[in-house]
Nanobody, 126 residues
Framework: QVQLVESGGGLVQVGGSLRLSCAAS????????MGWFRQAPGKEREFVAY????????DYLDSVKGRFAISRDNAEQTVYLQMNSLKPEDTAVYYC???????????????????WGQGTQVTVSS
């Protein structure tokens, strides 16, 4: 069982930056692939970023490539999402998620994740 708690959201102006954090409980955090998703009002939840359990592989939504970076610190049991050059269309509730242990492929669908945080609001104002 894994419990996830996001933090770091807030209100930022266009072009600004935020770093989201997702703190995980449980003794096997290092075995879980982690993802970030977001959901804007009236829209489906969408994949944003992925990092493998070994940190060897990352993947991103095309619209955030070059602006967002996912990373993890297994010693701190935390996954991060650094968001730069923020745009109004990045406004959403951001969720972190954990997969089953030792997932072997890049996971971009929400149904591939077992555990979810409660979400943190990111608002980009113009």
């Amino acid at each position: 069982q894994v419990q996830l708690v996001e933090s770091g959201g807030g209100l930022v102006q266009v072009g600004g930056s935020l770093r989201l954090s997702c703190a995980a409980s449980g003794r096997t955090f290092s075995s879980y692939a982690m993802g970030w998703f977001r959901q804007a009002p009236g829209k489906e939840r969408e994949f944003v970023a992925y990092v493998s359990w070994s940190s060897g592989t990352t993947d991103y939504l095309d619209s955030v490539k070059g602006r967002f970076a996912i990373s993890r610190d297994n010693a701190e049991q935390t996954v991060y999402l650094q968001m730069n050059s923020l745009k109004p269309e990045d406004t959403a509730v951001y969720y972190c998620a954990a997969s089953a242990p030792y997932a072997r492929s890049v996971l971009t669908y929400s149904t591939e994740y077992l555990y979810w945080g409660q979400g943190t609001q990111v608002t980009v104002s113009s």
